[in-house]
């Protein structure tokens, strides 16, 4: 028999390694977490022996298209052995030594699988980011980062090199493109030559493996730094429950590369249910391709925001046959009851809305077996405790509007975001009490269910990107026109909210024709920072509303425009 606690595991006592039960009864808190994890080694690497014994189905566990006659299928087996080849790469020409921090910024391109998993192998950490990033984000990005390296496709190169000089941390350009170009190191090259051995690096399971920044209400972007264990064991239940996964299902998650959406339903989630991970590389979204990938690939369950669905239910979908499409999800930005019963009426299928937040991943969500009550994000899953809480940190009743937080106290939940790097204080803000506050308001009601209200600062909810009005009103001020700005939130019936500038113009730009202002300062806003950050809406006025002491009322503002008293 095992002996309790935390010694199953084979670090400790050479068993046979973990299994989805033992990820699963961590998540549940019945066993403890091993001293050392490592998705490669413990997850994908098993899956791998399992296709070697035909214990998984022969389908790929990463099947790549980009609409042009490409295509890339990798079994596990194959996984495992690029994954090392790539691993050599970045610690033998590039240097990169364990706990190193890593800045990959790709499109949907199997190589982004590849870089992720040889730095899970390598103990390097992971910092994805999109292509949307302007140089002067990535500026900021490598140098709060100080990231020894950067990995980056063509389209994103003279951006980072235009800013390279003054990131002094920064010691190797890796560059993933056909062609090679100076002053990068080519992956192409030093892949095709780089060896298939390599032994993965016991990391701790508390090590940090992963950072993404993520926006608040000030100042730039924060870095929420995920350990192994956080992203590699945290959603096993989510996979389960959630998306509903086995090993022979195929699934489409949408997300950008750069999002924790992409780290949990592309890898984690998909990988440790021994799901095949699909992907369509788009040149640019369109929901015409979106349905003809659902009817030409035999997709069984979709991952999108609900963005995405809201685009696609205004189109004639029963013309479209979808393959197998079985399961739908969808989170990132609430989801209007409307939506659902549209997807519902037009498709036979539910619309199983999750919710979470770079921070701590998924938290609640509807899950397969239970009722879903339209509009509402479902339950909390484990290992989480969700609570509504108020303002001095306790417990609010079923049907009373409050903060949505998450107990820390006395077990903080493995799959917490460790902290924002280099920013205790930040960290600390985000603690109330026993909880840890996510900044969104909500209610339970009495069975359980959590329904959203609204974000409880300034941040913008906009099609699934959480956008800092910061950003946005630093990236107007730049524009010669503009005296000063607010940004708030402004209703939309696609993308649920979108980005509104009020603006404050100088003397030379008060008799300029305002749409023609606007589409500039739109472009200046999408030169000067990722473009979908873009003030979709913008308001020229004399004045902004401001406190006694000068500090401008975003919230009225933002009230103002969702017809709020
Ligand atoms: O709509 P516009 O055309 O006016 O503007 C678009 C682009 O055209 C434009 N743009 C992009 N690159 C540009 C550029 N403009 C100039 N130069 C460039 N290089 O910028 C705007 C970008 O907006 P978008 O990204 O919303 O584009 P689009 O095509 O409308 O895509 C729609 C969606 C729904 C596919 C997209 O918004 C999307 O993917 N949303 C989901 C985001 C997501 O995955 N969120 C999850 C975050 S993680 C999380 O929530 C934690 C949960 C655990």
Redesign the pocket.
């Known amino acids: 028999a095992k002996p309790p606690g935390r010694h199953f595991h084979k670090d400790y006592q050479h068993w046979a390694p973990l299994t989805l039960d033992d990820f699963e009864a961590i998540n549940r808190c019945e066993r403890t977490l091993p001293k050392n994890f490592n998705f490669a080694g413990d997850v994908l690497d098993q899956w791998s022996q399992k296709e070697k014994t035909g214990e998984r189905p022969a389908s790929p566990a990463l099947w790549w298209v980009n609409g042009k006659g490409d295509e890339v299928k990798w079994s596990f087996g194959e996984l495992s052995s690029l994954s090392r080849k790539a691993a050599n790469v970045l610690t033998k020409p590039c240097g990169l030594q364990r706990g190193d921090r890593v800045a990959v910024i790709l499109p949907r391109i199997p190589e982004w699988w590849l870089l992720n998993v040889a730095c899970m192998r390598t103990g390097l950490v992971f910092m994805p980011g999109t292509t949307?990033l302007t140089a002067k984000d990535i500026l900021y990005r490598l140098r709060a980062s100080k990231a020894k390296c950067i990995v980056a496709s063509e389209e994103v190169a003279p951006a980072v090199e235009s800013i390279a000089p003054d990131c002094p941390n920064l010691m190797t350009k890796l560059l993933v493109s056909l062609h090679s170009r100076k002053g990068w190191l080519s992956f192409q090259e030093l892949f095709q030559s780089a060896s298939e051995e390599h032994s993965c690096v016991k990391t701790g399971s508390q090590e940090p493996m992963a950072i993404y920044f993520t926006s608040g209400t000030t100042g730039s972007p924060k870095m929420a730094q995920h350990s192994h264990s956080s992203l590699g064991i945290g959603y096993t239940l989510c996979g389960r429950y959630w998306a509903d996964l086995k090993s022979s299902d195929i699934i489409w998650n949408?997300?950008?590369t750069g999002?924790?959406?992409a780290a949990?339903g592309s890898v984690f989630f998909s990988w440790i249910r021994g799901a095949c991970v699909f992907v369509h590389q788009m040149a640019?979204?369109d929901t015409d391709t979106f349905l003809d990938t659902l009817t030409t690939y035999p997709i069984t369950t979709l991952c999108s925001?609900p963005?995405?669905y809201r685009?696609l239910v205004q189109k004639d979908l029963k013309r479209y046959k979808f393959k197998k499409l079985r399961h739908c999800l969808t989170?990132?930005e609430p989801l209007n009851p409307e939506v659902l019963e549209q997807w519902k009426a037009q498709t036979g299928l539910e619309l199983y809305e999750g919710y979470?937040?770079?921070e701590v991943?998924?938290i609640c969500a509807n899950q397969k077996g239970q009722e879903i009550k339209p509009g509402s994000m479902g339950k909390g899953i484990l290992p989480y405790d969700v609570q509504i809480i108020d303002e001095n940190g306790s417990i609010l009743p079923p049907g009373k509007e409050g903060e949505i937080a998450l107990r820390l106290k006395s077990t903080r939940p493995f799959c917490f975001f460790s902290e924002y790097v280099d920013e205790p204080e930040k960290t600390a803000a985000t603690m109330r009490g026993n909880f840890y506050v996510t900044g969104d308001r909500g209610v339970m009601d009495s069975d359980g269910y959590f329904w959203f209200v609204g974000r409880a600062d300034d941040v913008i909810i906009s099609?699934?990107?959480?956008i800092g009005p910061f950003e946005v009103e630093s990236a107007l001020i730049e524009h010669p026109a503009v005296i000063e700005s607010a940004v708030v939130s402004s209703p939309d019936p696609t993308?649920g909210e979108v980005v509104k500038a009020f603006v404050v113009l100088s003397a030379p730009f008060k008799s300029s024709n305002p749409e023609k202002l606007t589409l500039e300062l739109q472009d200046h806003v999408?030169k000067s920072t990722a473009?979908?950050k873009?003030p979709?809406k913008v308001e020229f006025v004399q004045e902004l509303p401001k406190t006694i002491t000068g500090k401008i009322k975003r919230n009225a503002l933002r009230d103002q425009e969702w017809g709020r008293k």
Do not use: C, H, L, N
């Open positions: 949307q949408m997300s950008d999002w924790i959406k949990i640019q979204f925001a963005t995405v685009m989170g990132g979470g937040q770079t991943g998924i099609s699934g990107y959480r993308r999408k473009p979908y873009y979709r």
